[in-house]
């Protein structure tokens, strides 16, 4: 006899009177493009291009080779700015594909290539003009960018496909694709032209109770191959690659997030739940055993600096430069105290600082101020200035490199009118609400809503047990109620109280911020599904595993009891769930209730691993590893095939 929270079959009758079909239309239309040779005015950008108000977000830069052009990747209004360094004003813009990601220019400085992340594609600009002279086609949500030294080939990471676009610049065609890590999203070009270098944000995929281990994938330009794969242990999370010179160590430097996930939160005073740092490594392609992986904390030890994420180095080596999106600053640091500090890490134990919060103060010289959520940074040529991108604030910080302090701030024309919905955005990147700064709700949801991957050991009633893996944000509109333990009714209580009294450990935000920070998630919608036809029209595939989501009979015409079909708990009605608690057999012995909220969906393509806790890797694993009693569905009597079939169907989803 199964154990049920209710008794489904006596609530089959009456549940499908409470469900509802949300129908949202959104009508977005965005008309213009043009150069100014001009400063363009800040109040022209929503009066001439947004019936509705549209931010800029800019996410990206790049520096033309004289250092007189700043370009600015605006993922929030699908343009390219324009900005003259000179007298810091907007003169140009281009209009690219849908949410561009990342840039990079032609090693002559007269070409730019523009990740289009939902539009899995490159627009190719002409630098003199801003035109955009054609599109190159990439795999699935491209961010990162890079060309090789010729100029010859171009690398984008696709974040989705967990792998890497390899393209032919004079055919304009993809010639092959590389598999990277979890979640690949920058890349940077090594000083001498060999190596490819691509961060990955997220772990590998691994058993629930393993540290998380992060992946810097190394491709070689000859060869067009991977050639390593190096390994970052206990880390996401990391971000932009900054190289310092040669004669300075020649290290990677990249920021990453530590998660503590595995120890139970009531230990956050202790500085246990995230640190925030960089990975230094220094590369030795001969052997990847010989590569040298040490990590140092950028933490204070009584204020965290969340969510590190852009990374540049100086030309002449002085400074490295990381900014941290969560904490609204950037880090100045001194290679040269860098070196000492790496120079004492003993050969034997190149993890010994990993865990350290006393070491920023010998590395770190300022803390500038910047604005809301900065990303990327850049160096001018001449080493002179670092321009930040603040992808909140429509902004871009100029700091002043000789003199150490932010020279000036560009204004880049963003709307005036703060809605609910951007105010809400600003507070979810923001860690200032959680107990010393620790981390933001961008923190456990990075990418902008997607979960991290991990599970955590919350505080419980009973401490270590009910270990839940963490779930997306995105498209969760109209699934109350929420926690895999289906205690929280909606967004409200879930982000309100429930996140400052286990997560922040603080105030937390105001019954206001709550309101505007409900209105920024409920906004966060899926990607394009590549696994579906743009004409929405399923395979012969996909067709046979709806048949199999929909059946009622197994294959030898035996009625499936109706709480067992897979549409039972996952209606199509209601964002493919059925809104309760279910059990389904996969309760551990380190769980203390058998029944789960049963998860959407729709974009389970993207979601792995699964289950409450983690523990399956694949979709296939969720029904041969653990269904061995036909709980979760009945799947017994299915071959491979149509196993195989159900899964393509749930992949449209």
Known sequence: MKMRLVN??????????????????????????????????????????????????????????????????????????VVNTHNRQVVGMVRVGRRPEGIALSPDGKTLYVTNEWSNSVSVIDAGTLHVVRTLKTGWDPVGVTTDRAGKFLYTANTLGDDISVINLSTGQEIKRLAAGHFPEYVDLSANGKWIYVSNLLAKLAPPDDPPECEVTVVSTAKQIVTGRIMVPGVIQLRHIAQAPAQDGGYLLIPFAQPHNLVPLVRLQQGWYMSNGMAVIRPSHASEQKTRISELLLDNIDQAFANGFGAAATPDGKWALITESGANTVSVISIAKLNQVMGKIPASDPEALSHRLDTAQKLVVRRLPTGRDPTAVVVSPDGQFAYIANRTDDTVTVVNLKELKVASTVDLGGPRQITMERRGQQLFFDARFAYQGQLSCSSCHPHEGFEDGLVWSLEMPTLGRDVPENRTLLAIRGTSPFDWNGINPNIQTQDGPRTAALIFRSQGFSNAEVRELVTYIRSLKLPPNPHLAPDGKLTHSQELGKQIFFRTKTDTGKIIPLDERCYYCHSPLSHYTSRVREDVGTSTKYDTIQSWDVPQLQGVWMRAPYLHNGEAMTLEEIWTKFNPDDQHGYTSDMNKNQLNELIQFLKTL
Not at 46 to 69: C, E, F, H, Q
Request: charged residues 20%; glycine residues 6%; positive net charge.
């Open 8 to 81: 489904r079959k006596a609530k089959a009758s009456t549940r499908w009177t409470s469900l509802w079909i949300p129908v949202i239309v959104s009508c977005l239309t965005v008309t213009g493009l043009c150069w100014h040779q001009t400063p363009v005015a800040a109040s022209t950008w929503s009066t001439r291009w947004n019936p509705k108000i549209r931010y800029l977000d800019p996410v990206a830069l790049a520096m033309s080779p004289g250092g007189k052009r700043l370009y600015v990747v605006c993922e929030g209004l699908d343009r390219v700015l």
